[in-house]
């Protein structure tokens, strides 16, 4: 501790004497001012900066109590101690209104307890300067934020805005339906209830129509609106549940955004409308080999819709021998890269054979990774059979030669036609290909609007008509809505796998302790509820690793023992084990455990357990484990109980690991 400057104000000198030797015995570097006159003390009050006030009541000219009030407020930051001999409540509770942090009666203990009270008060002070620092970091972060956002308690007062939030109307201390949403969004039962009693506090049920904030707080759930009109702009609304009596409340102005997306729709849309006018067929395919998509042409020549063709190979089309020869060529142009343009002969839906010439080229994705191929094809036919007419009138009449060369030329200016056609169809095909590969990014996205939107007006049905539905009408809308959620949680899982697998790794030094801390946190509320411990080593490793991977990987092994441990889950344990080329983790429970039949197959995509088909799921989580596991060099596995529960292994490389693409 540093050393303590003290100013006491004190008249008896001997009681100050003896006040002094108790403070120098706690606190050694200790620096005392003395006054016997408050007046004095006044004065030069400006320049001494003190720590601690330890004023005596009963002083000449001024006592404590006018010393407080001269004070008036100026050293509300300094623990003030009030000393006094007579032990009069009455002035114990003036001094403490006036701004004294304690009070102490001259009695026969009081120097052996002024120390401890000393240690009080500063560490008050300490306290108070801490919680006003916490205080300004946490405006500081929420005023960060470049949307409208509010602490909101469940009475729906504000308790903490951002700029953002009372630039828009919010009122810390008011409503939030009637300061930031101006009333506006109320049912016409509440504003009717509003009318009714003017002037009065409003009823504390008083809340938007379309407020989530029950729901999030009463599941510990987010819960999110996510195209909401306000203010003239669209909003992806945010509730955010902090405990049971608070929630964060957060709107994302998303306006430019979803302008964004139409535009980007309209332009796909006009990127299919243009290859569709070209009358060379034209398709595109991935690296394994399925079609993309096509134009109206390439349909006509397979005699197949492009629903039909979207997702097949050429096996699933094309008939043998024809189909093992594109098979041959597409993956010769995939290893090459570049273009591959080849002369062959293929068979129409009519059953014509006719020549051609397919041009292929390889396209990648945004991170300049290969991602497929796109081809076009011109039918050669009728130059092959000029130029066999051409042939045919060179053997057999020289006399006709002028009259063939001037058909050969204009057969060769068709044919430069033809060729400058070509080049412009593949020209539009290379300016068109890179934003055509954007709509597959954006399919996986897009799905998950209309399992909201069908979630959304489930709800609405559900509390809007629920008592005109019977039992199996209310049964029906909680499977869609059971099903909705599912469609959402899988598409989120499947998403992760996809950036588990390609996002690039980002090592650094990581705290599995950090790591653990975060996750049970985050678990709190459903250990608690499940009555499950956590348990886990005192010391653990800093790795190499990716954070979000190492959060993944705890978050599913967790989440799975949590959900599938059944009623006998008792305990959750992590262990470590240090090996010299690899960190081994596990995550064991005492739940029901894994049959010997679930063992082979557990890790691979969309696989569940026997026992767990009752319960909700994507059977993606251990295969995102494995994944995970094995960009790190290690890989994962399982050990089944003796007579129940689960121990679920994985391991990452003591080395420096590269980025996995």
């Not at 470590?576 to 983790?585: A, G, K, N, T, V």
Request: glycine residues 6%.
């Amino acid at each position: 501790m540093n050393a303590l400057k003290f100013v006491i104000l004190e008249d008896d000198e001997g009681h100050y004497t003896l006040m002094k030797r108790a403070i120098e015995h706690e606190f050694p570097q200790a620096r005392l001012h003395h006054f016997v006159e408050a007046q004095v003390c006044l004065e030069k009050l400006s320049s001494l900066d003190p720590d601690v006030f330890i004023i005596d009541y009963l002083m000449p000219g001024m006592n404590g109590i006018e010393f407080l009030e001269a004070l008036n407020g100026s050293a509300l930051d300094i623990p003030i101690i009030m000393t006094t001999g007579q032990g009069d409540e009455r002035i114990a509770v003036r001094a403490m209104k006036l701004g004294a942090w304690d009070y102490l009666v001259k009695s026969a203990d009081f120097f052996q307890l002024l120390p401890s009270i000393i240690h009080k008060v500063i560490r008050e002070k300490n306290l108070r300067r801490s919680l006003q620092e916490s205080a300004r970091l946490n405006s500081v972060l929420l005023n960060s934020l470049p949307h409208p956002a509010m602490l909101i308690s469940h009475k729906r007062i504000i308790l903490a805005a951002n700029r953002a939030a009372l630039n828009l109307g919010a009122r810390i201390g008011g409503h939030c339906w009637q300061t930031f949403c101006r009333g506006a969004f109320l049912s016409s039962e509440h504003g009717q209830r509003l009318k009714e009693h003017p002037g009065e506090a409003p009823p504390s049920d008083i809340r938007c129509a379309f407020c989530k904030a029950e729901a999030a707080i009463g599941r510990s759930l987010s819960q999110n609106v996510p195209v909401f009109n306000a203010f003239g702009r669209l909003w992806d609304v945010w509730w955010i549940p902090v405990d049971e009596n608070c929630f964060f409340h957060y709107a994302l102005d998303i306006t430019e955004r979803l302008r964004a997306e139409k535009a980007l729709q309209d332009q796909l849309h006009f990127l299919q409308t243009l290859i569709d006018t070209i009358p060379n067929p034209i398709f595109y395919k991935d690296i394994n080999g399925y079609y993309l998509g096509c134009n109206k042409a390439f349909e006509a020549r397979v005699g197949k819709t492009r629903a039909e063709i979207i997702g097949k190979t050429s096996s699933h089309i094309f008939p043998s021998p024809f189909n093992e020869m594109y098979i041959r060529m597409d993956e010769q142009a995939l290893r090459s890269g570049g273009e591959q343009v080849f002369e062959t002969s293929l068979r129409y839906a009519n059953g014509t054979i006719a020549n051609v010439i397919i041009y292929k080229g390889s396209f990648t994705d945004a991170d300049g990774r290969l991602a497929g191929l796109v081809g076009v094809t011109v039918d050669i036919t009728e130059r092959k059979r000029a130029e066999e007419a051409l042939r045919r009138a060179h053997d057999e009449l020289e006399l006709r030669v002028q009259e063939r060369t001037a058909e050969l030329a204009r057969t060769n200016e068709e044919l430069r036609v033809e060729i400058e056609e070509r080049q412009r169809a593949e020209e539009a095909l290379r300016e068109s290909s890179e934003k055509l590969k954007l709509f597959a990014y954006s399919v996986a996205h897009d799905l998950k609007s209309p399992v909201t939107g069908i979630h959304g007006l489930t709800k609405l049905l559900q509390r809007r008509y629920s008592d005109n539905l019977d039992e199996k009408g209310k049964t029906v809308c909680e499977q869609i809505l059971n099903a909705s959620e599912h469609v959402v949680a899988l598409v989120d899982k499947i998403n992760t796998f996809a950036a588990t697998k390609e996002a690039p790794l980002v090592l650094e030094r990581l705290s599995i302790k950090e790591v653990l801390r975060a996750l049970r946190d985050e678990f709190a509320s459903r250990l608690k509820q499940q009555g499950v411990t956590w348990q886990e080593p005192d010391e653990l490793p800093e790795v190499n690793a990716d954070r979000l991977c190492m959060l993944r990987i705890f978050r599913n092994l967790v989440d799975n023992a949590l959900k599938y441990g059944g009623e006998e889950l008792s305990r959750i344990v992590i262990g470590y084990e240090e090996r010299p080329d690899c960190h081994i983790f596990r995550v064991a429970d005492d739940g029901v455990g894994i049959t010997e039949e679930d063992s082979e197959w557990i890790f691979d995509l969309f696989q569940r357990r026997s026992a767990s088909r009752s319960i909700e799921g994507t059977g993606l989580g251990l295969a995102i484990v494995k994944e995970i596991a094995a960009q790190h060099g290690g890989k994962a596995w399982f050990k089944p109980g003796p007579r129940r529960g689960a121990t679920f292994f994985f391991s990452i490389a003591q080395t420096s690991l590269c980025p996995t693409p």
